[in-house]
Every structure is written in structure tokens, then in C-alpha cells.
């Protein structure tokens, strides 16, 4: 059971915009909508209840996607769960109203979608409700010194016969992706150490996806297209693991997006977990609302401590922010130095009158991998970075990737206009910008508020040896504090997110 130490009063809240009261002092401000999703079930009583040794009561910090699904997973199982959220549901993932038009910000691909299913499946929900629909030209097209590449290489194309190649090389690990991502790394499991000894193969002798991918041998253009992919680990491909340079292989084919957009993800969770009871306490901007910010937590006695000095105790603990941010919680010291970081960025998010003239996928990699990597680790602005460009319509996203220094990189920094500059000689849409109805940006400084010191996106990087799903990972750090979320998982997005939830619900049920 939860315990509180504050009496509350009764408050008016304002989540997912609707004002809402809370009424028993034991409840919290959110009331729980029990009905099933469009297109979920609602889970039965034994569904709820099917396995693991016991439930508890149990707070989970942070309540972006990470936090969102383990929620869903553990109130799946009967625990009864709160999550707390200091700015808004979704993290990363938020909608954001720009010129008129609705746009989803953070993740932009859905990949390896098996993994989204096998999340369902223990839920016990029968259909879904993201109604995923492959991404038109894939992984798109590759910008490179030595010409543009599409990703995957249609048949007929020069540079087909070298693609097929990298695919042959990388086959033997695709029917065990999905294990790699959602099994416990543990020596017992079979099915783990299988995947392992695929993957093992596969990699041979090469720790990082740059030695990999020189090993293939394939032409220039190519190879530059397949590192722009070990910013998949936020890290440049000198210092990724080799398995990010079998990613394009593995998942060009596979890349899509839900059909009402990434937005739909972030609601279908929400209802998911109130469907099962999950309480939410937190706000969302504007208003006078609680607070759901953690500012002290103590693994010790499952306590933790809200903006205002409340102080609430769970039976068990979930982090699913940053590992960093967790570490000051505990007043453990923070050790982030630059280097190790991953990549933070500037989205931009561009409405027009018209339908934007590109395709759904373009990507700028820097011209010289070297040089990048060495400004990323130096805090510097890379002069040419990599740039990712999605088109939807009369909506334009321009992804660049910058330092983790936390820096304020706003539309009109010098930077920032010569990298769009850039975007529009390459992909000759000059003006492009300029013709928006309305701009809007997040930059390092952004992301920094609720996660990784400087803004990096996926936390801390680790040595490429370790950085694979192979290493164990830390995701109980004491009896009663767990953790997941992109920092933890290495590789972070979406599948990362996911699989890392389902380990620590299958390991939670262990325990
Ligand atoms: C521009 C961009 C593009 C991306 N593109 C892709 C993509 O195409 N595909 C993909 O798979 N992934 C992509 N990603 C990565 C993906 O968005 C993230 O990995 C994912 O959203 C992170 O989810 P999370 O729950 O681990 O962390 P977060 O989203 O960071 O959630 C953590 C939450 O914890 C909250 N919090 C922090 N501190 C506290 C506290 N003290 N108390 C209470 N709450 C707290 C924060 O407010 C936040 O809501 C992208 C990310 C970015 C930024």
C-alpha cells in the first residue's frame, strides 16, 4: 500500500485537457476511465491477475513511453500503480499545435513492430489499435558525398547487387531480433544465448558498426548511407556497437508509422493503462494543478518525495527517467563527461499552405564521419551534420543532430540557419523555409529539462563492448528500485523501450 505522510485536500486538476476532481483523499488526481479502448478489450479478471509471485503497490518516475508501457504491463497483473509525471504524458512524444496543424514531435519511425505486438499480446489485447502503415521509400533516401542511396536499394539499381550483400550478411540475425530485444540477458535462457551466438556471428571480429561496415567491403555511397545508422545508438559510427550496422539491413523493409500518426501511440498507452486502473498524478501545462515531480527518492523505504514535500511510499519503485536524473534523486554523484554522451538535436517543426514537395524520408549525413565524431565529442557544432527531413503533407520536420551541451540552438542561430541552408541546396527546395506559415523548435536546452544532462537523447553511451544487448543490464538497482527507459536499454527508441518494459515485467515476476 501506498503511504503519505500530507494530508491532501480535495483539487481540480487539468490532464489530457479536461479539468478533472479528485475526491478521496486517497485517490489521486486523476480519475481513472475504465472503459476499453477502441479496439482493445477490456482485461478480464484473470487477465489482470495471471502471473508473478505477488503484486504491490507500486510508483513509477516518469511518464514518457517507458513509463507508460511498463504501467499498462504491471496493472496488467494486478499491481496497483501510480506514475509520476512532472511536465507532460508521452516525454519525447507530444503533440504540438504549429501554424494551424497538429504535429507529433520526437519519434518519427516505428520500427520492429513485432515487438510493439508481443507488448499486446501480454496484455491480452487482441487487436491493434495503432493500425501501422509502412512508411512509403523506407528508410528514404541517403544524401551522401558520393550520390544518393535509397535505403532499401530497389532491384535494378547500381548499387543493388552491394546491398544485397550487407543483407546476406546481416540475415542470420533477423529471426532473432525480437528475442535479443525482449528476453532477459541471462546466461540460463537458451533462447537468449542463441540470439547471442547469431548475433556474435554475424558481428565477427568487429566491436564497432564502422569496422563492420569497412569489412564489407561495398561501395563508398553505400557504406556512407549504412553509418548514418549508428546514430540509431546516438553515437557516431566509430564509437556504436557493430550490431547498428546491420540495421538498415534488418529493418529498411520494416519501417512504418501508425496511420493517425505518432500521437496515436502516446493515446493508445494512456487508455491502456486507464483501462487497467493506472493512476496518473501530475500536470500538464497551464493551470493550477499537483505536482507529479519528483524531487527525492529513497530506494531504502520505497519513499519518494514531491515538489511540495509530500512524501509517498511504495511497496516498489520504477524509474523511467534518465539514468542520470534518477542518480540525483538518490544524491548519488552524476558522471556524464561529454564524450561518452549520445547526440542531442534541433527539431524543427515547419507548417505550410501546401503539400511540401519531398519525399517522406530524406537524410543529409555528414560528409566526413570523422569530423563529425570529433566535434559531437568535443561540445562543437559539426559543420556539416546529419539531417533528417520527414515530409507529411503540408507538415515538414527537419531533425539535426547536435552536441549534448544542454546549448540554446534557437531557428535564427547562425548554425542552425546554415544547416536548413544546407537541407535546401541538397534537396533544391531553395527558400523552402521561408515560404513556412509557422516554425517551431526544440533544441538541446530543451531536452535537457527532463532528461540526460546536455540534452542527450539516449543518456549516457556505452563502450561499444558493452553497448550491445548482450552485457547484463542494470535494470533492478537495489530490492526495491527498478528501472527502464531509453538510458537503460542500450540503443533507446521505441523497440528498445518496449523490450526493456517486457524484460523487467517478466524479470519483476521472478522477483
Ligand atoms: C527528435 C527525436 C527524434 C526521435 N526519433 C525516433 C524515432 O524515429 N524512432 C524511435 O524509435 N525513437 C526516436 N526517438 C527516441 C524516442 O523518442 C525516445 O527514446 C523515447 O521517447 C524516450 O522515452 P522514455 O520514456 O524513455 O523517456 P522520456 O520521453 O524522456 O520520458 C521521461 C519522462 O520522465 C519525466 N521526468 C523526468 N524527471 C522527472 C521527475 N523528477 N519526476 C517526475 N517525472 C520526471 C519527463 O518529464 C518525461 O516525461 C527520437 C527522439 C527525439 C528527441
New binding site residues.
Given amino acids: 500500500m501506498s503511504h503519505r505522510t500530507r494530508n491532501d485536500s480535495n483539487s481540480k486538476v487539468h490532464l489530457f485537457g479536461k479539468s478533472v476532481h479528485s475526491l478521496a483523499p486517497t485517490s489521486f488526481p486523476l480519475t481513472t476511465d475504465h472503459s476499453p479502448l477502441p479496439g482493445c478489450t477490456d482485461p478480464t479478471p484473470d487477465q489482470r491477475f495471471t502471473s508473478g509471485t505477488g503484486t504491490s503497490d507500486t510508483g513509477i ?7 507508460l508501457v511498463l504501467a499498462a504491463l504491471l496493472a496488467q497483473r494486478g499491481h496497483s500503480v501510480t506514475v ?5 504524458l508521452g ?3 507530444r503533440r504540438k499545435e504549429v501554424g494551424g496543424l497538429s504535429f507529433d514531435t ?4 516505428f ?1 520492429f513492430p513485432s515487438v510493439w505486438r508481443s507488448f499486446l499480446a501480454r496484455l491480452g489485447e487482441a487487436s491493434d489499435p495503432l493500425d501501422l502503415r509502412p512508411l512509403p521509400g523506407g528508410l528514404g533516401l541517403h544524401h551522401t558525398p558520393f550520390g544518393p542511396v535509397p535505403l532499401p536499394v530497389p532491384p535494378g539499381h547500381p548499387l543493388h547487387a552491394d546491398w544485397l550483400r550487407v543483407c546476406a550478411a546481416a540475415a542470420p540475425v533477423a529471426p532473432h531480433l525480437e528475442t535479443l530485444l525482449t528476453t532477459p540477458p541471462r546466461l540460463t535462457s537458451a533462447a537468449f544465448l542463441r540470439a547471442s551466438a547469431a548475433l556474435a556471428q554475424a558481428t565477427g571480429p568487429h566491436l564497432t558498426a564502422e569496422g563492420w561496415i569497412r569489412a564489407r567491403r561495398v561501395h563508398p555511397a553505400l557504406a556512407h548511407a549504412l553509418r548514418t545508422h549508428a546514430l540509431n545508438a546516438g553515437l557516431s559510427p566509430a564509437d556504436a556497437p557493430a550490431l547498428y550496422a546491420l540495421l538498415p539491413a534488418l529493418i529498411a523493409g520494416h519501417v512504418c508509422r501508425p496511420a493517425g500518426g505518432m500521437g496515436v501511440l502516446l493515446d493508445t498507452l494512456i487508455l491502456l493503462c486507464r483501462a487497467r486502473g493506472v493512476q496518473f498524478w501530475g500536470t500538464e501545462s497551464g493551470g493550477t494543478q499537483s505536482s ?3 524531487r527525492r527518492l529513497d530506494s531504502a523505504s520505497g519513499s519518494l518525495t514531491l515538489d511540495g514535500g509530500e512524501v509517498i511510499r511504495h511497496d516498489l519503485l520504477v524509474s ?2 534518465d539514468p542520470a ?1 534518477l542518480a540525483a ?1 538518490r544524491g548519488v554523484p552524476v558522471h556524464s563527461p561529454l564524450p561518452r554522451r549520445t547526440v542531442s ?1 534541433v ?1 524543427i517543426y515547419a507548417a505550410f499552405r501546401e503539400a511540401v514537395p519531398l519525399p517522406a524520408t530524406s537524410i543529409l549525413p555528414p560528409t566526413d564521419f570523422a569530423a563529425f565524431r570529433a566535434a559531437l565529442r568535443a561540445g562543437a557544432l559539426p559543420p556539416d551534420t546529419l539531417a533528417l527531413v520527414h515530409a507529411d503533407g503540408p507538415r515538414l520536420a527537419v ?1 539535426l543532430t547536435a552536441p549534448a551541451t544542454a546549448r540554446p540552438l534557437t531557428p535564427d542561430h547562425p548554425w542552425v540557419r546554415a544547416q536548413l541552408a544546407r537541407v535546401e541546396t541538397t534537396l533544391s527546395v531553395p527558400g523552402l523555409l521561408a515560404s513556412a506559415s509557422a516554425v517551431a523548435a526544440f533544441d538541446p536546452a530543451h ?1 535537457a529539462v ?2 540526460h544532462p546536455g540534452g542527450a ?1 539516449y543518456g549516457l553511451g556505452h563502450p561499444a563492448w558493452r553497448g550491445g544487448p548482450l552485457h547484463p543490464q542494470p535494470y533492478r538497482l537495489h530490492s526495491r528500485l527498478w528501472q527502464v ?2 538510458g537503460v536499454h542500450p540503443g ?4 528498445a ?1 518496449l523490450g526493456g518494459a517486457l524484460i523487467v515485467d517478466e524479470l519483476l515476476t521472478k522477483t
Avoid: H, N
Fill in positions: 518516475i516518469g511518464g514518457g513511453l517507458a513509463g509520476y509525471e512532472s511536465d507532460r516525454g519525447k512524444l520526437g519519434p518519427s519511425l520500427t507529479g515531480t519528483v523511467a527517467i536524473r534523486l538535436g527539431a531533425l531536452y527532463g532528461g537523447i527507459g531509453t533507446g527508441g521505441i523497440p523501450i
